[in-house]
């Protein structure tokens, strides 16, 4: 499949630059809970096409959380190696 390199934006293309900037900024920094079954569905899809074994989909209460169990598992790992 051949590559279509876009060098130029059209106007209307120009014009809608700020329309999606707008949007994925709202989105990056929303605090609403995400659906979690929606989510997953999402996940299991793109590696259903990828030649990748499906991971196992773990969902935390807040980033903080998720970074302790992260350091917790990395602990544990480096404890097995000495």
């Known amino acids: ?48 096409v990828s030649n990748y074994p499906e991971p196992e989909i773990l969902f935390y209460s807040n980033p903080m959380i998720a970074i302790q169990k992260v350091l917790a598992v990395v602990s544990k790992m480096a404890n097995r190696r000495r």
């Open 1 to 48: 499949m051949p590559r279509h390199i876009i060098t130029e934006l059209t106007e209307e293309q120009e014009a809608m630059i700020a329309i999606y900037r707008d949007k994925w900024r709202r989105i990056a920094i929303s605090t609403e809970p995400i659906n979690h079954e929606k989510v997953a569905a999402v996940i299991k899809a793109a590696y259903a």
